[in-house]
T-cell receptor, first 112, second 110 residues
Framework: DADVTQTPRNRITKTGKRIMLECSQTKGHDRMYWYRQDPGLGLQLIYY???????NKGEISDGYSVSRQAQAKFSLSLESAIPNQTALYFCATSEGRDYGYTFGSGTRLTVV | KNEVEQSPQNLTAQEGEFITINCSYSVGISALHWLQQHPGGGIVSLFM???GKKKHGRLIATINIQEKHSSLHITASHPRDSAVYICAVSPNFGNEKLTFGTGTRLTIIP
C-alpha cells in the first residue's frame, strides 16, 4: 500500500454538490497538508494540520473545510462545489520543517 | 515577482544529454526541495537540501545559500526522466509552509 493514499483518484461532480476528498497515511507523521494544483501555477496550500487538534488555514481556504479524524486521516470538503474548484488536489505529510514531504497520488476533481 | 522562480519553463533534449534545471528564491530558507511529477500526476520527493550537494543515481542537486540558487542536474538523460520538476522552499520564518515554483517541464526524446 502507498504511504499516503488519496481517494477518489478522479471525480466529476456538479456545481452546488458537496464533495469530500479523503487522505490517509501510514507514515506516522503528525503534519498533514492539502494542496491544490492549477495549470501554470505552483501548488497552493489550502489547509494544514500539525496534529489532531491543530487545524490551520492556508493561502486559499475559502470554499473548503477540513477534518482531521485521526493522526492518519485528513479529509478535505467542498461544501458547495463551483467550476473554478476544478483542479488537481494533493495531500502530503511531513515530520516537520527540516524533513521531507510525502505526497499522495492526487485527486483530479472536475466541477461541471 | 514570485518568491520561487524556475528556469527554463520547458526543456526538450535528446536522450543522453546533460540536463540542468535552475531555481532561484528570494526569501531566507531552512531547506529547499526538488520534486518530480510524472504525467500521471503523482508527486515524488527527490531531494531536500539546505547546503552543498546531494546525489542520487543520475540526479544531482546543488544549492548556494548566499546566492539563493539551486540547480538540479540529470546526467545521461533518458526518456523516463520526462516529467515536471518542481522546486519548493521552506522559509526559515513563520510556520512550515512550502512555497512552490511553477515547475519545469522536461521532455527527453529517444
Amino acid at each position: 500500500d502507498a504511504d499516503v493514499t488519496q481517494t477518489p483518484r478522479n471525480r466529476i461532480t456538479k456545481t452546488g454538490k458537496r464533495i469530500m476528498l479523503e487522505c490517509s497515511q501510514t507514515k506516522g507523521h503528525d503534519r498533514m497538508y492539502w494542496y491544490r494544483q492549477d495549470p501554470g501555477l505552483g501548488l497552493q496550500l489550502i489547509y494544514y494540520s500539525f496534529d489532531v487538534k491543530d487545524i490551520n488555514k492556508g493561502e486559499i481556504s475559502d470554499g473548503y473545510s477540513v477534518s482531521r479524524q485521526a493522526q492518519a486521516k485528513f479529509s478535505l470538503s467542498l461544501e458547495s462545489a463551483i467550476p473554478n474548484q476544478t483542479a488537481l488536489y494533493f495531500c502530503a505529510t511531513s515530520e516537520g520543517r527540516d524533513y521531507g514531504y510525502t505526497f499522495g497520488s492526487g485527486t483530479r476533481l472536475t466541477v461541471v | 515577482k514570485n518568491e520561487v522562480e524556475q528556469s527554463p519553463q520547458n526543456l526538450t533534449a535528446q536522450e543522453g544529454e546533460f540536463i540542468t534545471i535552475n531555481c532561484s528564491y528570494s526569501v531566507g530558507i531552512s531547506a529547499l526541495h526538488w520534486l518530480q511529477q510524472h504525467p500521471g500526476g503523482g508527486i515524488v520527493s527527490l531531494f531536500m537540501l539546505s547546503s552543498g550537494k546531494k546525489k542520487h543515481g543520475r540526479l544531482i542537486a546543488t544549492i548556494n545559500i548566499q546566492e539563493k540558487h539551486s540547480s538540479l542536474h540529470i546526467t545521461a538523460s533518458h526518456p523516463r526522466d520526462s516529467a515536471v520538476y518542481i522546486c519548493a522552499v521552506s522559509p526559515n520564518f513563520g510556520n512550515e509552509k512550502l512555497t512552490f515554483g511553477t515547475g519545469t517541464r522536461l521532455t527527453i526524446i529517444p
